[in-house]
Nanobody
Framework: QVQLVESGGGLVQPGGSLRLSCAASGSIFSITVMGWYRQAPGKQRELVASITGGSSTNYADSVKGRFTISRDNAKNTVYLQMSSLNPEDTAVYYC?????????????WGQGTQVTVSS
């Protein structure tokens, strides 16, 4: 089992910045991809950004150039630096990690952290 603890959400004005953190603990060996998803009210959960163990990254088109994902393997932590935030970024942000368990890839989710962009 992997436990994920997220932090860094909150209320920010349009144009502002926030940094989300997600620390993994427990059975952290064999974690491969770490990422962030978000879910706005009435919408499906969507991928925001992901990063592999080799630091290859993938971003949703809507956040390219504004958000940066990074990971610290020594601390088993993934970060999401968000800049130039706009109201459309308002959502609950969820950390996700994928772990190899035998021949299976198992996904684990954090509890979610609210990000609200409003003046």
């Amino acid at each position: 089992q992997v436990q994920l603890v997220e932090s860094g959400g909150g209320l920010v004005q349009p144009g502002g910045s926030l940094r989300l953190s997600c620390a993994a603990s427990g059975s952290i060996f064999s974690i491969t991809v770490m990422g962030w998803y978000r879910q706005a009210p009435g919408k499906q959960r969507e991928l925001v950004a992901s990063i592999t163990g080799g630091s290859s990254t993938n971003y949703a088109d809507s956040v390219k150039g504004r958000f940066t994902i990074s990971r610290d393997n020594a601390k088993n932590t993934v970060y999401l630096q968000m800049s130039s935030l706009n109201p459309e970024d308002t959502a609950v942000y969820y950390c996700n990690v994928q772990r190899m368990e035998g021949i299976l890839t198992i996904g684990y989710w954090g509890q979610g952290t609210q990000v609200t962009v409003s003046s």
